[in-house]
């Protein structure tokens, strides 16, 4: 295998880096290689020109003002939504609200939906692959409600245990909340086939998609999701914003989940009548900046084709994966069939960060930890692991600086 | 040496790796590699080390009058950097350790290269020595 930066037939990497300024930068006195985009992904210059441009040009309240600016911002906050009904193929914008991420889509739909809909006795089904975030609001609800939380087992790959899933499924069972891809493995679950399940066991699907919007295509009616979740911040988007997908008579039929302006239609002190989706779910005022900007983000993903980049990360992967195993005491944790390009990994004798330290000094980022997956992380007993995670401008030469950097560690350890 | 002498020696040390940071953390392992063993029968809950995110292991003895300390950690870098404060402790009196001014960090640079979360961990490690050193003064009192 040669190392070549530009892996894909169709992609100039060359050229999209050029989009990126950060990544031209020295770190410890070397070119700066960032492999942890599965926290989140550097921005393109059209995203950061985007922020420029609105706190430049057109800052101003929406919705409610008359004035030249605030239509100009009210257009351009509702021209994200309209891309981001096409970018997951919802039916209609009234289905796209936009959050501060998928930690509050999450919570969004375990709290407003959980409790309004859930009872004791009433089953939530997650996955052992779960984030943090998706574990604890609905333990959060469970308490509440005294609803139980059951947990799909992982083999030992890091594949969902489907035969497993299916016994857990009973009409006790009224919401199951997954991943699309797992942050520490890269593991993509087969979401389509669980939430048919789910479905035919009467349950809703939550699906939490927050390593997939920048690598798969999403289509929420071929999946038949009830409710999707993104973070704009791993999508090549500003922090802070993300969406929450619903399908539309679920939404209807769920209490507001935050009160406030914008949310409402009147207001008298007897009574209050909310406002139509998708405001009633967005209360006060929103981040307007970031949501504005994260239409360029999604423009850019659109612009590079989502197959072309899975099929560039998909070459990485397969190349970091071949060299990162072949190391002295590498174990890899995570080789499902289906991944994102995520390398999740541990060398023997050497704790997790000491690697990331040592790498750091050589000017490259990984993830080193539990990334936030606890439950996980016990269940193949071990603490955290080293995580090299990439996105569409990471090259081959950058895996080749990686993997001279573990050799260094490796060989001094010995 | 003192512990002023100590840490002259550090920073005199430190200073020839030019402010590279790959040659820091690998310095810092080797130093970790020569700490002497610490029982195992010591690395107990109790001498964990609090607000480290790596595990830290400490303990102290006295014997005529001076403080002597021995440390571990899992992960190589930190056990570098406890194998520091042992090298500029061992052998004083708790005297000297409570009203000892460690400035050698400042002048090595150290939070460059370790970062904040590092730093508040070696924080930790500097006030878990500085107890036990007035334990150690406190019980020496009571017996005189």
């Known amino acids: 295998m040669t190392s070549s930066p530009a892996v894909s037939r169709v992609l100039d990497v060359e050229a999209i880096r050029k989009e990126f300024p950060i990544l031209h930068q020295q770190v410890n006195g070397r070119d700066l290689v960032y492999f942890d985009n599965a926290a989140t992904s550097q921005k393109p210059l059209v995203v950061i020109n985007a922020l420029m441009d609105y706190y430049t040009g057109y800052n101003a309240n929406i919705h409610r003002g008359i004035h030249t600016l605030a239509e100009k911002a009210t257009k351009a906050y509702e021209d994200t939504r309209h891309t981001a009904r096409a970018f997951i193929n919802a039916r209609s914008e009234q289905e796209i609200i936009f959050t501060r991420g998928v930690t509050e889509s ?48 992982i083999l030992e790959n890091g594949e969902l245990d489907m035969e497993a899933y299916k016994k857990l499924l009973s009409p006790r069972t009224k919401v199951v909340s997954v991943n699309h891809a797992s942050n520490s493995l890269g593991t993509i679950n087969p979401v389509k086939e669980i939430i048919a399940l789910a479905h035919a066991a009467g349950a809703v699907a939550v699906i939490d998609g927050a390593q997939t919007g920048a690598h798969v295509a999403i289509d929420v009616q071929d999946l038949d999701c009830d409710f999707y979740c993104l973070s704009s ?18 939404l209807e039929k769920m209490p507001p989940y935050q009160a406030g302006g914008e949310m409402i239609k009147d207001v008298t002190f007897p009574k209050t009548t909310y406002n139509d989706l998708p405001y009633k779910f967005e209360a006060g005022t929103p981040n307007i900046a970031d949501v504005v900007a994260y239409k360029y983000a999604m423009d850019f993903i659109l612009g590079l084709g989502r197959e072309n980049i899975a099929a560039h990360e998909h070459a990485l992967l397969t190349y970091a994966t071949e ?65 090299a995670s990439f996105a569409v401008y990471n090259t081959k030469k950058e895996i080749d600086q990686l993997v001279e950097g573990l050799e260094r560690i490796i060989n001094f350890m010995k | 040496m ?17 402010g590279d940071r790959e040659m820091a953390v690998f310095y810092l392992m080797e130093l970790g590699q020569k700490l002497p063993e610490m029982p195992e029968a010591d690395k107990t809950e109790e001498n964990v080390v609090k607000g480290c995110q790596s595990k830290v292991w400490l303990s102290g003895q006295t014997e005529d009058g001076k403080v002597y300390f021995t440390a571990d950690s899992n992960t ?40 904040t979360q590092r730093s508040n961990g070696f924080g930790a490690m500097i006030k878990q020595m500085k107890l036990y050193a007035l334990a150690f003064k406190t019980k020496m009192q009571v017996k005189s």
């Open chain 2, 76 to 115: 190589a870098i930190t056990k570098g950097l406890v194998s520091l404060l042992v090298r500029i402790f061992n052998g004083q009196t708790p005297d000297a350790i409570l009203h000892a001014d460690l400035t050698f960090m400042n002048r090595i640079g150290m939070e460059r290269f370790i970062g």
């Open chain 1, 323 to 387: 060299r990162v195993s072949a190391l002295k005491g590498v174990r890899l944790i995570g080789t499902a069939a289906q991944k994102v390009g995520v390398v999740s990994f541990g060398v023997e004798g050497i704790h997790h960060f000491d690697i990331g330290q040592m790498l750091d000094s050589r000017g490259i980022a990984v993830r080193t930890g539990h990334h936030c997956t606890q439950p996980l992380m016990d269940c193949f007993k071990i603490e955290g692991t080293v995580r």
């Open chain 1, 233 to 250: 911040h791993k999508m090549y988007g500003p922090t802070g914003t993300g969406l929450l997908y619903g399908k539309r008579e679920l």
């Open chain 1, 106 to 153: 999450l919570n969004l739909v375990a709290s407003s939906y959980g409790r309004a809909f859930l009872k004791a006795g009433d089953e939530i089904v997650i996955s052992g692959l779960e984030h943090h975030s998706n574990i604890v609001p609905w333990q959060i609800v469970c308490e509440a409600t005294g609803a139980t939380l059951r947990v799909i087992p």
């Open chain 2, 2 to 18: 003192n512990i002023e002498e100590t840490q002259d020696a550090i920073t005199e040390e430190f200073s020839l790796l030019d």
